[in-house]
């Protein structure tokens, strides 16, 4: 809701399309792990497994 709310006072679309930030950190993984923090990755990790499951 909160991301719906803020895209569309940015007068964006209300639709936030996944794939887009999805495609840019495959491309850029290396980068983006490099300078990640183990508890942030830890997070992450956590967050992606919910939305497996």
Do not use: C, W, Y
């Not at 794939?19 to 290396?30: F, I």
């Amino acid at each position: 809701m909160r991301l719906r709310h803020t895209r569309e006072k940015n007068k964006q679309p209300g639709a936030f399309a996944h794939v887009v930030p999805a495609h840019q950190l495959t491309r850029d993984r290396d980068e983006f792990f490099a300078q990640i923090d183990d508890e942030s990755l830890d997070h992450f990790e956590d967050v992606s497994k919910l939305l497996q499951s």
